[in-house]
């Protein structure tokens, strides 16, 4: 059986987690130190240098997150907007991003306040209407960038569909999958090359870890660059905040699915209230 088979709740408890060998723990021990020792040769021979490289509670987090979303790599970052920041790191001026106009407002922030001024040329696009992402898609692009549901408007885009017009187009084909998490949708089926997560919301749980995370569909070039850029850059989270992550991941498929059965029994109820006009979400 391999990783890819396990069902979502085993993964969910196991990835990214071996008995320690030294001591059998079954949660593995949160390794604060930030320099590894080398050996009698001066390598590195087990694969830990300085922890801003690589931590081994940050490789547990990001084994456990690339099984959970059915990639071949992770990098985890110390926020989502430093997750999304490394993606838009991959550019050079003058490239095209072609993003949805409903995306978490800190990501259009980003881009207008920030990118912009480093040469990107930004566009948005309502991605819930073809015609216009046909048309948004026309001229080459280097990213496009979706996010479904959205927030706050929980808006939702065909994945499949917007994955094939990015390819078309030249991009890569990025989704922030922060509201749906891998429980409920795993974008890297319907074509998507790189996942993102605010790991500060579901994955964390308990609003008391700040976190993020780029998921990878293959091995490559792309993998490559977003780690050089994690290890260059230095956006990395703390161990203790890995160690957090991954212990909220434990009950993410049953948190989900409460946070669902909530959400929809509010929405329903909402939804026959004289007073209320609208209710975002719902059929
Ligand atoms: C959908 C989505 N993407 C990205 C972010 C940014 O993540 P963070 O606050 O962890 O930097 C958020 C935060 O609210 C979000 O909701």
């Keep these: ?37 080398r050996d009698a040769e001066g390598g590195w021979a087990r694969g830990f240098k300085y922890t801003r490289y690589t931590n081994p509670t940050r490789v547990s987090l990001e084994e456990c997150l690339t099984t959970l979303e059915g990639g071949a790599g992770a990098c985890a970052f110390s926020s989502g907007m ?3 920041h490394a993606v838009f790191q991959l550019l050079k001026p003058g490239d095209r991003v072609v993003v949805s106009a409903d995306a978490y407002h800190g990501v259009h922030r980003l881009l207008d306040e920030t990118m912009q001024q480093w040469g990107l040329v930004v566009e948005y696009a309502d991605f819930s209407d073809d015609s216009a992402l046909t048309r948004a898609l026309q001229q080459p692009a280097r990213v496009v960038w979706a996010e479904t549901p959205s ?13 094939a017009h990015a390819h078309r187009a030249g991009a890569l084909a990025v989704c922030d999958n922060t509201f749906a998490t ?6 890297f089926e319907s074509g998507f090359d790189v996942v993102m997560h605010s790991s500060t919301k579901y994955f964390g749980g308990h609003s008391d870890v700040l976190g993020g995370a780029l998921i990878v569909r293959e091995d490559g070039e792309t993998l490559e660059r977003l780690r050089a850029l994690q290890a260059s850059a230095g956006a990395v989270p703390a161990p203790f905040d890995c160690y957090q992550i991954l212990r909220g991941l434990a009950t993410l498929p049953l948190r989900v699915r409460a946070q669902s059965a909530n959400a929809l029994a509010l929405a329903e109820w909402l939804a026959g209230q004289a007073r209320v006009s609208r209710v975002h979400g719902t059929a």
């Excluded at 001591?23 to 021990?29: E, I, K, L, S």
């Excluded at 927030?151 to 994955?163: R, S, Y």
């Excluded at 891998?182 to 974008?187: A, F, G, H, N, S």
């Design 1 to 37: 059986m391999t990783k890819r088979d396990l069902r979502i709740e085993t993964a969910c408890v196991h990835s990214g987690r071996e008995p320690d060998p030294t001591t059998g723990a079954v949660v593995p021990p949160l390794y604060l130190s930030t320099t590894y020792e």
């Design 82 to 84: 430093a997750a999304a």
């Design 151 to 163: 927030n706050p408007l929980l808006k939702l885009c065909d994945l499949a569909a917007v994955a």
């Design 182 to 187: 891998p429980v409920l949708q795993r974008p």
